[in-house]
């Protein structure tokens, strides 16, 4: 019976290191500056996003800046706002797009 509870143990210590491991290993992936590409809107040239280590992040459109939090889940990537969350897609590893209402979608390149 202790033996039994010892591997029951390590084996949920294992899978939840694992996780762990696996889930920073894929945040670190897209931590860095996406630039905003393809046509820009007038004013809207030098818009990006920074996604962080520490899950906080920075989208700059135009000439303001709004601060968030991010995690992944699969291919998406969830920016939690203060007004809710926007949710983008992740292609490559090195493209953010983000879907807009009336069908514009906004993409940005990791630089």
Known sequence: MLNSRIISGFCIFFLFTFAVLV??????HYIGTY???GEASPGSEGDYILLRENGEGMWRVKNDEFAFG?????????LHTKGGVVIGKLKDGKVIEIALPGSRVMSFRKQ
């Open 23 to 28: 889930s920073c290993t894929q945040r670190d």
């Open 35 to 37: 630039k905003i590409e």
């Open 70 to 78: 991010w995690d992944l889940k699969y291919d998406k990537l969830y």
